[in-house]
């Protein structure tokens, strides 16, 4: 039987040395908590932060977030796409995300603010409606993604075919919108 977890602050845990208990974590709060290299698999997140927390290479095979928020952590190469997808909602802020997967994940609404998002994989991913507020998505991938009403318009550094993508009623602004001419192979000054 697995635990039930409610209401608590979790803070300067090392998951690395002590063990995360399988469960349901509901409205609980991580502070400063080490989750790297962690198999956190089969755990359920619902409505609890993350702040401060590194999540480098943490293993989330059906594990659920659900209005979970990170604020400030350092998630590098995390395979979201490996998580409990009934009900998957997130949000990220001051976050560093780079080379993480939310391959073929419905993620809409998904606020980014202040990310680093350099070589995710959004590949057939449904993020629409979702805000890139000062992002960097050096190097990320646009495949097959649906990017309807996606507001990029501070966001840095994407090269997004629209052939290849649903950009419909997408926010850019005049000064990334070379992001999207760059298969085109043109000059804009």
Do not use: W
Request: net charge negative.
């Amino acid at each position: 039987m697995n635990d039930f977890f409610d209401n608590e602050t979790y803070t300067k845990v090392d998951f690395k040395l002590t063990k995360i208990n399988k469960g349901e974590y509901d409205s609980c709060t991580f502070k400063n908590c080490n989750f790297e290299n962690v198999h956190a698999s089969n755990i359920e997140f619902l409505e609890c932060e993350f702040i401060d927390c590194n999540f480098s290479n943490t293993v989330v095979n059906h594990t659920s977030f659900k209005d979970c928020v990170f604020e400030n952590c350092k998630i590098i190469g995390v395979k979201f796409n490996e998580c409990n997808n009934f009900l998957l909602a997130m949000s990220f802020h001051n976050c560093q995300l780079n080379v993480s997967s939310f391959y073929q994940l419905k993620i809409p609404g998904t606020k980014f603010v202040n990310c680093n998002l350099q070589e995710v994989d959004f590949m057939e991913a449904d993020i629409q409606k979702s805000i890139f507020k000062n992002c960097n998505l050096k190097g990320a991938i646009f495949d097959q993604t649906n990017l309807e009403k996606t507001d990029l318009r501070t966001a840095t550094h994407f090269t997004i075919n629209p052939e290849n993508n649903r950009v419909k009623k997408a926010k850019f602004s005049n000064e990334n919108i070379v992001g999207l001419l760059y298969k085109y192979n043109i000059v804009v000054e």
